[in-house]
């Protein structure tokens, strides 16, 4: 069987499954500036089972670890048993999910029963106001809450996602840091990636090497610390003195880390796009609908490999450019 293996010779083995198109919230730095997203009618949705035929025959060809996102997975009906199901396949080793936290303390639980190793939760202030002006959802403590029953039922390393903007949260990184000197958590702060609003993401972006200045300036020295539980991952992972948990940074924008790319998207209308800022995709959704056989599946995968891109093109220097549409509809 043809493995996943890319034109530039790197090997393949992380999907992102976008499992819905659909969120509880609506993040300003997510969804376009117009606050409102297009979906899917459901049956052009891939279905769990389309998935998980697609994991299985990627499974075959080298796939080991998912990533189920969305818009908000935890919206999506059927999540769990998908989750528990694709724990099963032969070759899958690691299922993680990122969510909001929105409807996590009810889900917690049986997400680890069914299989689930990790957890990241997208959190951006600590205080309730401003999550709500962020967000547009009133909450704030029911995610909190999320975070703390996840904790509680096992899930480690428990990741909180920041997006750090300018203006809006940059006054909280040396708390989001501070959360890690008694929380086992690894706090990462994601670089703000253009959406749809190039002049105003360029004011509002904060690059890795602030972030760390800002934050050394308040707690001392970060100490590199090497994730041996997750030695490929895009996060570069730091220490405060004395913490017990983890300050990582994803600097997609200002030192790419393209040459290590080890994944592919799954969005929830069956196209996988070859990167996250690509505007090009193959789709599987149809040739599955129209009744390919695996071997067609194995094809089109072979096919994402020869055409995935060296490395992404946003360039902050450059002019307008194109974009994001929107994260919600590709996962993050
Ligand atoms: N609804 C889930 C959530 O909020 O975590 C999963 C989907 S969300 C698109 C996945 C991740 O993308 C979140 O951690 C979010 O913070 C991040 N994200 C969204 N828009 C972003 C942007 N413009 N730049 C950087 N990260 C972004």
Known sequence: MSQLIDAFNRKITYMRISVTDRCNLRCVYCVPSCGTISTLPSNELMSFDEMYR???VAAKMGLNKIRITGGEPLVRRGVVEFIAAVNKIDG???????????LLKNYAQSLKKAGLRRLNISLDTFDP???????????????????????RVGFDPIKLNVVPSRGVNDNELVDFAKLTLNKPFQVRFIEFMPVDDWEGWKKSFISKADMMAKIESALGKLEPVVDEKDKSGPAKNYRVQGARGIVGFISAISEHFCDTCNRIRLGADGR??????????IDFRE??????????????????MDTKP??????????SQKYLHSMTSIGG
């Open 310 to 319: 060296e490395a992404h093109n946003i360039d902050m220097n450059a002019g």
């Open 129 to 151: 106001k401003k999550f709500l002006a962020i967000t547009k959802g009133d909450c704030f403590d029911k995610v909190w809450e999320g975070i703390l029953e996840a904790e």
């Open 287 to 304: 040739p599955m609908r129209n009744g390919c056989e695996d071997s067609e599946i194995e094809r089109l995968l072979v096919s994402v």
């Open 92 to 102: 899958i080793k690691d299922i993680a999910m990122t969510t909001n936290g929105v």
């Open 272 to 281: 996988i796009k070859h990167c996250l800022f690509s505007e090009s995709y």
């Open 54 to 56: 697609l994991v299985k």
